[in-house]
């Protein structure tokens, strides 16, 4: 992707979001940047309410645009521009919800981690019941 500067940036910015895309789509790959200027703050704002971390969010942020870009061709227009990349970082935001649950570190003073780490080593699986 080509840098593009903000006089040239400033140009586009009278069309819109479809009009950009067709224009990415089209070759000119650098003006996605004009989109990502146009929807940080909204791709922000979901990823850190879901996340409720700066930090993740603005990783969220990141790989939405990545995946945006990977599957630009994919945007039908049924919906906005910002409503299908919005959609995008919510996913990856849920996404890294349920990794982060499924990685929690049990905590070793509590007794309660204790039991249920016990009870799912003890429980046989669904195989093993059935024999």
Known sequence: MQIVSGAVLERWNGLSDEQVVHQVLDGQ???????????????????????????EAEDVMQQAYVNAYA????FDGRASFATWLTRIAVHEALA????????????????????????????PDPERQAI
């Open 29 to 55: 790959t650098a003006l996605f940047e004009v989109l990502m200027r146009r929807h940080n703050e909204r791709l922000y704002r979901a990823a850190r309410a879901i996340l409720r971390d700066d930090r």
């Open 71 to 74: 599957h630009l061709r994919q």
């Open 96 to 123: 890294r919800v349920r990794r982060r649950k499924r990685f929690d570190v049990l905590d070793a003073d509590d007794p309660s981690t204790h039991e249920s780490q016990m009870t799912w080593t003890f429980t």
